[in-house]
């Protein structure tokens, strides 16, 4: 069993940067392609982005292109999301995700172990 634990989200204004991180409990997550979710209040669970098992592939949701970069440490265990340029409509619950799988993928259902989430929030 994975646990996974997300932290750095907070309150920034529009324009500002923000990294949020993803730790894993278990060393065999190195092995999975991980990714990051978010949802909003009334709104359906989005694919934002996806890293594979090596870090090599990565693949973005088309708001998060040129803003947002995907990357992990597998010797740390944990996966990052550098969010810049943030607007309100970023904000959100963000969630990080792993699945067994090394290929990474930007469909929430492939996915096997979640994270409670971290509050990004943005203002204008």
């Known amino acids: ?4 634990v997300e932290s750095g989200g907070g309150l ?3 324009g500002g940067s923000l990294r ?3 730790t894993a409990s278990e060393r065999t997550v190195r ?3 991980m990714g990051w ?3 909003a209040p009334g709104k359906e669970r989005e694919f934002v982005a996806t890293i594979n098992w090596t870090g090599g592939s990565t693949y ?3 708001f998060a292109k040129g803003r947002f970069t995907i990357s992990r440490d597998n010797f740390k265990n944990i996966m990052y999301l550098e969010m810049n340029n943030l607007k309100p409509e970023d904000t959100a619950l963000y969630y990080c995700a792993a ?3 090394p290929q990474a993928s930007g469909v929430a259902s ?3 172990y979640w994270g409670q989430g971290t509050q990004v929030t943005v203002s204008s």
């Open 37 to 39: 979710f978010r949802q």
């Open 1 to 4: 069993q994975v646990h996974l």
């Open 60 to 62: 973005y949701a088309d």
């Open 99 to 101: 699945r067994t799988n």
């Open 31 to 33: 092995d999975y392609a």
């Open 12 to 14: 920034v204004q529009a």
């Open 20 to 22: 949020i991180s993803c």
């Open 110 to 112: 492939q996915y096997d």
